[in-house]
């Protein structure tokens, strides 16, 4: 992950960084810290443009320093991201590079149209967050990608800031909204309070769910019983296919990490154990070369409520006794019966809840202006898992395991499956309550909402440890083609038990998991993460989740 900052400020004067603020972000990005200082006009009293990249360099043969100043035009890009696809076309070599190449020529086109300029960001496939400076329009263009995969955050006031993360003391910080990409005319004003952002849409058609497809509200006719979702349902190969297309741009060409051997992890997956993410292991194993191992990061936590319901037992038992820790080496097993060939490498972190509450100040400078307790908890999960520091074993057992730290900057995680496919209570219950309108409904919520509910609180807590997390099932292919699905290829709560012993809830993951010999994953339910890693209600007491953890 990179960080990225900008901030325009009056009578000329740069910007710079606090300590703390320099830190987090140079956390993100461990390669390389630059900085460009943009004066718009000479004159006194003019505004000046101040704007700071830290890299992780994920992309390419080389380290891309940034922020990437275009030598002709001195446009300036700091980019936080992977663009996988420009235009439609893969991108070789790195990605940062290939943004600005197009953003300039975009933006050269047309005296600077700001319409060309939108119309090369539209063209982006991949999660990113971003601001460029037009300096010959005198415009600043800054946004996060449809689905908010990439955290950026904005505060206004006498300077005009943008920020991958908050500056500590956190307020006055608000997320920027992933549903458009945004401008600001830097030569309207010469004080940066009076600096107005407009909003420009990822798309202009509004039926689309996150400006990516139609959401698909069909439904049967009420007298008919839809057929069973089965493994041969079509919807059941066209995942692979979608599947594979995302995991290959997120997996392959990773570069080795420093001080990495050949057979080293570069990639990760944060592994519950679930469902969700024991099927991108299975898949990118099918594509890593075999040599080179690949971890699956299991995080349990010490939690005092339930060590004190459960007096006998040590706290290297309980543990052992989490929810995740039990279906992860059940999951690691099958994986390794499954794929005898590949180097699994399962790693535990236990976390003492010492060591929770030694890190909660931090993270929730970092969750921030997420401050509920369930965004702490979620979080806190995250977090720890994304450090990738516990005890690594290579085969089932409890026996052979050492200290390690995992060497991948590239983590997988299973996020969006739920939303996509119809993986929770919440969808049975609508099912139950109203059929198909029900679920249509809050199938169609849930994806409209994931970047802004989710994503970039968490990308501000897992980057913190100079890593990326990638998330396949949100690429934008696989979600056009899910939201365009009709919802009885997704989920099954028509025929439960009829034609198909596997659940209903996203039983079309489930049957994709079957045809690739995981039989016992197939059939795993659904538990949050919170509740699997017992991150939530560490404290007996009343303490809810929707408690605010800042006044
Ligand atoms: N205990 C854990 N240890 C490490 N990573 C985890 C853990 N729990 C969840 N994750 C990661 O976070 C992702 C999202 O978590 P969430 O609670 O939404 O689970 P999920 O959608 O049911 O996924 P899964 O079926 O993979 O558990 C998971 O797919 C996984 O990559
Ligand atoms: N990880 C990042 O966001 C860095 C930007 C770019 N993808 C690179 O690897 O150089």
């Not at 990061?297 to 290297?316: C, H, K, M, W, Y």
Request: charged share 25%; hydrophobic share 40%.
């Amino acid at each position: 992950m990179c960080g990225i900052h900008g901030a325009v400020t009056a009578n000329g004067r740069p910007h710079r960084l606090s300590p703390v603020l320099e830190r987090r972000l140079r956390n993100r990005g461990p390669d390389h810290l630059g900085t460009v200082e943009a004066q718009l006009s000479p004159a006194e009293g003019s505004l000046c443009v101040t704007l700071t990249s830290t890299v992780l360099s994920l992309r390419g043969d080389h380290l891309a320093k940034q922020p990437l100043v275009d030598a002709e035009s001195g446009f300036v890009l700091c980019w936080n991201g992977e663009a996988w696809k420009l235009r439609g076309n893969p991108v070789e070599g790195n990605d940062g590079e290939a943004v600005l190449s197009l953003l300039t020529a975009a933006a050269s086109r047309d005296q600077g149209s700001e319409d060309s300029v939108l119309d090369a960001l539209r063209s982006i496939d991949g999660p990113f967050a971003f601001i460029f400076l037009d300096r010959r329009a005198k415009r600043l263009y800054y946004g996060r990608d449809r689905l908010g995969r990439r955290s950026l955050l904005l505060k206004r006031g006498d300077e005009f800031l943008l920020s991958s993360i908050a500056e500590a003391p956190a307020e006055g910080w608000a997320e920027v909204e992933a549903d458009g990409c945004y401008t600001v005319q830097l030569d309207a004003t010469d004080s940066p309070a009076e600096l107005v952002p407009v909003r420009h849409d990822w798309d202009e058609n509004k039926d689309l769910v996150s400006s990516i497809g139609i959401f698909n509200a069909s439904v049967p006719a009420s007298t008919v019983t839809t057929a069973p979702l089965t493994s041969q349902s079509p919807s059941v190969e066209q995942l692979r296919h979608h599947l594979t297309a995302s995991l290959q741009l997120r997996v392959l060409n990773v570069p080795r990490p420093p001080m990495a051997e050949m057979s080293d992890a570069r990639v990760a997956v944060l592994f519950s154990g679930g469902l969700d993410c024991t099927v991108l292991a299975r898949m990118a194993s099918d594509m890593i070369p075999p040599e080179q191992a690949i971890d699956l990061i299991n995080v349990a936590f010490e939690n005092p409520r339930i060590a004190a319901q459960n007096a006998g037992l040590s706290t290297d038992e309980l543990y052992e006794l989490c929810p995740d820790r039990m279906t992860g080496r059940k999951s690691f097993a099958e994986l390794s019966t499954v794929c005898p060939d590949r180097r699994w490498r399962f790693v535990t972190v236990n976390v003492p809840y010492d060591e929770t509450c030694a890190h909660r100040a931090e993270l929730i400078d970092l969750i921030y202006p997420h401050n509920t307790e369930m965004d702490l908890s979620i979080a806190c999960a995250l977090y720890f898992a994304a450090r990738g520091q516990g005890m690594g074993q290579l085969a089932p057992g409890l026996e052979a395991a050492e200290p390690y730290s995992t060497t991948a900057r590239v983590l997988l995680s299973g996020l969006g499956a739920d939303e996509l496919f119809g993986g929770y209570v919440r969808h049975a219950t609508a099912f139950t309550r109203s059929g198909y309108p029900g679920l249509i409904d809050e199938l169609k919520l849930d994806v409209g909402r994931l970047g802004k509910r989710n994503l970039g609180r968490d990308d501000r807590v897992m980057a913190h440890w100079s890593r990326e997390v990638r998330f396949p099932y949100l690429d934008e292919s696989l979600v056009k083609w899910a939201v365009e699905l009709p919802a009885w290829e997704k989920c099954d709560f028509d025929n439960q038990g009829n034609g198909c012993d596997l659940e209903p809830e996203k039983r079309v993951l489930r049957l994709l998991a079957e045809s690739l010999g995981m039989r016992s994953v197939a059939t795993e339910k659904k538990r949050a993460i919170q509740f699997g890693a017992r991150t939530a209600k560490m404290e007996s007491g009343k303490v809810k989740g929707t408690t605010l953890l800042l006044p």
